[in-house]
């Protein structure tokens, strides 16, 4: 299958998993409230955290998988590999579970601020939690597997019916069964294990027998384990620049207004699915190319799928940035909640924005094994992150937290550029700044400048609202396409079909 072909279907896939995922949000909260939904964030907290304690074996396991793909994997080998994996993963998997079961009523009574629910909820709620995450920790290691043998048609078709069963099943079972923050949980828990299964036996059917039954082995630990480190300090360093100031909100803020946060960094990471599905081809085609030393098909492939992603996300990100209010208020039907959350919104998806323009330098560099770099920004972007949410959050707060988000990922990818193309793809710096980032971001603010003089009144009908928005983003979204040699391409070959 081509790039384009994967590429295309990744879009669908995600493109449906991130409208169920997103959709049905306003329901949750109208059968829940503000306050329940709150420990669906804190759900997403924890589970955040998990990638700490993936010590780099997703990512492993994923380029592995590739690499076998490019012919360095011999059959036994690959079996191997991915049974020491399942131990690893199995023994967390039972550690986290453990944990979070025993410490449920310490996190209720310490952690989590309610207001009107009960601590003992509480404690039920994350036990419940306890297990999904347990679960989810599993599906990770098949998820990675999948999408490094490149099965992008199976991965969105099953992962797009999974979402739209936990959309609308919970809906359903919060309607019918119990408007309960517990039975919402308990159906998610139920669909994960499909989930898993599903996952489990594709990775199992996909390869060719072994020789021998696969076994644990230290010598595919100590073949991978230079990259896996290098992946496991850089997880936990990423985990802790998007997850520590979500804990710490939990603390500071109460789990009304901690919802009002975790749904505006929802909404924002609507963003990360138009990102998701160029990465999942991405980064497995990189790591075939530098396994095959294709160094000229690294290069246009890197710039190819850089512009992709500019095309993706500044639009989307410059509409939800200075039309917040209208789409929140489009999206729930509700004022008062809009106008709370829009202000955060309007911050944190520009944070979000950049942290997506990042991705392809750094699967560049996962690629070929070059850790350094992520791990030196990381770590310098962590040590201003703490204390500052400690300094300014408690004075000003969530949205200190969101511009804070703002300016680490800017740097952050600005100094990773300056560097990376000194060692890879050298002078290919100016090429991704103008084409990637600059062209686009120009094109793209003309359009939603004009657009600032036709904006609609907030007394207008939602319908209208929506109409206005969405031809905002296609207008914004060519805009865009236009500005890069990649869209100039392809519009090109569009003309010439027609």
Not at 404 to 414: N, Q, S
């Given at each position: 299958?081509?790039?384009?072909?994967?590429?295309?279907?990744?879009?669908?896939?995600?493109?449906?998993?991130?409208?169920?995922?997103?959709?049905?949000?306003?329901?949750?909260?109208?059968?829940?409230?503000?306050?329940?939904?709150?420990?669906?964030?804190?759900y997403a907290s924890l589970q955040g955290w998990?990638?700490?304690?993936?010590?780099?074996?997703?990512?492993?396991?994923?380029?592995?998988?590739?690499?076998?793909r490019a012919g360095e994997y011999a059959i036994q080998q690959i079996h191997d590999l991915l049974r020491t994996m399942e131990v690893i993963f199995l023994f967390v998997a039972f550690a986290l579970l453990g944990m979070l079961l025993w410490g449920a009523s310490w996190l209720s009574r310490n952690w989590v601020n309610p207001v009107h629910l009960t601590p003992d909820t509480v404690a039920q709620a994350i036990m419940i939690i306890a297990f999904l995450i347990a679960m989810r920790w599993l599906a990770s290691l098949y998820r990675s597997a999948v999408l490094g043998l490149n099965y992008q048609v199976w991965f969105n078709a099953v992962f797009a019916g999974l979402a739209t069963l936990r959309g609308i099943g919970a809906i359903a079972v919060l309607a019918f069964v119990s408007p309960t923050i517990h039975a919402f949980l308990l159906f998610q828990v139920a669909v994960t294990i499909a989930e898993l299964g599903a996952l489990w036996w594709k990775t199992k059917s996909s390869l060719p027998n072994p020789v021998a039954s696969a076994?644990?082995?230290?010598?595919?630990?100590?073949?991978?384990?230079?990259?896996?480190?290098?992946?496991?300090?850089?997880?936990?360093?990423?985990?802790?620049?998007?997850?520590?100031?979500?804990?710490?909100?939990?603390?500071?803020l109460s789990l009304d207004r901690f919802a009002h946060f975790v749904f505006a960094t929802t909404a924002a990471g609507a963003l990360s699915?138009?990102?998701?599905?160029?990465?999942?081809?991405?980064?497995?085609?990189?790591?075939?190319?530098?396994?095959?030393?294709?160094n000229v098909g690294l290069r246009e492939q890197y710039h190819a799928f850089a512009q992709l992603i500019a095309v993706a996300v500044i639009p989307a990100a410059a509409m939800l940035s200075v039309f917040s209010?209208?789409?929140?208020?489009?999206?729930?039907?509700?004022?008062?909640?809009?106008?709370?959350?829009?202000?955060?919104?309007?911050?944190?998806?520009i944070g979000t924005a950049a942290n997506g323009l990042i991705h392809m330098p750094a699967y560049l560099q996962m690629a070929h094994g070059w850790l350094r770099l992520i791990i030196m920004v990381n770590a310098c972007a962590v040590l201003i992150l703490v204390p500052s949410i400690l300094?300014?959050?408690?004075?000003?707060?969530?949205?200190?937290?969101?511009?804070?988000?703002?300016?680490?990922?800017?740097?952050?990818?600005?100094?990773?550029?300056a560097v990376l193309h000194r060692y890879l793809l050298v002078d290919e710096r100016w090429h991704w700044v103008k084409h990637s980032l600059v062209f686009p971001i120009l094109g793209v603010a003309i359009i939603i400048f004009l657009m600032k003089f036709a904006s609609p009144?907030?007394?207008?009908?939602?319908?209208?609202?929506?109409?206005?928005?969405?031809?905002?983003?296609?207008?914004?979204?060519?805009?865009?396409?236009?500005?890069?040699?990649?869209g100039r391409h392809k519009l090109d070959n569009l003309r010439r079909a027609l």
């Open positions: 299958m081509s790039l384009q072909r994967d590429v295309t279907v990744n879009y669908l896939g995600q493109g449906w998993i991130a409208l169920m995922g997103i959709a049905f949000l306003p329901l949750y909260i109208n059968y829940l409230g503000f306050e329940s939904y709150g420990l669906v964030g804190v998990l990638a700490v304690l993936d010590m780099g074996l997703s990512p492993t396991i994923s380029r592995e998988m590739s690499r076998f076994r644990f082995s230290v010598l595919e630990i100590r073949r991978v384990w230079h990259f896996a480190a290098g992946m496991m300090v850089i997880t936990a360093l990423a985990t802790i620049l998007t997850q520590v100031d979500k804990v710490m909100l939990v603390k500071l699915f138009m990102v998701g599905p160029v990465c999942n081809v991405a980064f497995p085609r990189f790591s075939e190319l530098v396994a095959r030393g294709d209010e209208s789409v929140l208020y489009v999206w729930t039907a509700n004022s008062s909640t809009s106008a709370a959350i829009a202000p955060i919104l309007s911050v944190w998806v300094v300014f959050v408690p004075q000003y707060g969530a949205i200190a937290a969101a511009w804070i988000w703002v300016g680490l990922t800017c740097t952050t990818l600005l100094v990773s550029i009144h907030s007394d207008t009908s939602r319908l209208a609202q929506f109409c206005f928005l969405v031809m905002g983003w296609l207008a914004a979204s060519l805009a865009a396409i236009v500005a890069t040699p990649l």
